[in-house]
Each structure stands twice: as structure tokens, then as C-alpha cells.
Nanobody, 123 residues
Framework: QVQLVESGGGLVQAGGSLRLSCAAS????????MGWFRQKPGKEREFVGA????????AYEDSVKGRFTISRDNAKNMQYLQMNTVKSEDTAVYYC????????????????WGQGTQVTVSS
């Protein structure tokens, strides 16, 4: 059983930056591809990006490409989402997720989820 805890959310001005962190415990971290998802107000949860087990491959949703960067530190069992040049439409609850094996973008392929952290972008 893997436990995931997100941190780093908060209020940020449009054009600013924020870094989200996800701490994992209870499993072998590098057995899992990791992902970030978000749920905007009144919307379904959506894929933001993912990173492969050893960090060699990343994938991003089109609207965040070039602005967001996912990284991981397997020695610390941590995943990160660096959010730059944030926009009001990035306001959402952000979730960390773990998927055993290879990286995917489909929400239903992920095995474990964090509780989410709120990011609010003010314009």
C-alpha cells in the first residue's frame, strides 16, 4: 500500500510560480510511474502530466507544456510539479498519483492517490 501526501499548494498571482511536492511512503517508489492530475471547479479531474519510473520520460497535457515541469527524486521518494507562468485557468485541486509500472495518462490506470492540494491563481 502506497501513501501519497501532496504539499505546496496555495494562492499565487497570475504569472507567478509554485512548486508542488508529493511525498510517497509504503512501497518501492521506483516501481511506480507518477502522475499529476487536477480538478477545476465544476469539472472532471484531468491529466496534467506524468513521469516514468526513473525520470527519463515525461508527458504533459497541452495547456501546461512549456510552463510546468515534473521531476522526481527516487532517493527521497518525492515527486514534484514546478508550475511557472501560472494562469487563472490553472486554479484547481492538484492530485499526485502512482501507477505500478509504465507511465500512462489515463486516470483509471493509477493505483494510488493523494488527498489533493488547492492551487488558486489570482488575476
Amino acid at each position: 500500500q502506497v501513501q501519497l501526501v501532496e504539499s505546496g499548494g496555495g494562492l499565487v498571482q497570475a504569472g507567478g510560480s509554485l512548486r508542488l511536492s508529493c511525498a510517497a511512503s509504503g512501497g518501492t517508489f521506483n516501481d511506480y510511474a507518477m502522475g499529476w492530475f487536477r480538478q477545476k471547479p465544476g469539472k472532471e479531474r484531468e491529466f496534467v502530466g506524468a513521469i516514468s519510473r526513473f525520470g527519463g520520460t515525461t508527458a504533459y497535457e497541452d495547456s501546461v507544456k512549456g510552463r510546468f515541469t515534473i521531476s522526481r527524486d527516487n532517493a527521497k521518494n518525492m515527486q514534484y510539479l514546478q508550475m511557472n507562468t501560472v494562469k487563472s485557468e490553472d486554479t484547481a485541486v492538484y492530485y499526485c498519483a502512482a501507477k505500478f509500472g509504465s507511465m500512462r495518462s489515463a486516470e483509471d490506470e493509477y493505483d494510488y492517490w493523494g488527498q489533493g492540494t488547492q492551487v488558486t491563481v489570482s488575476s
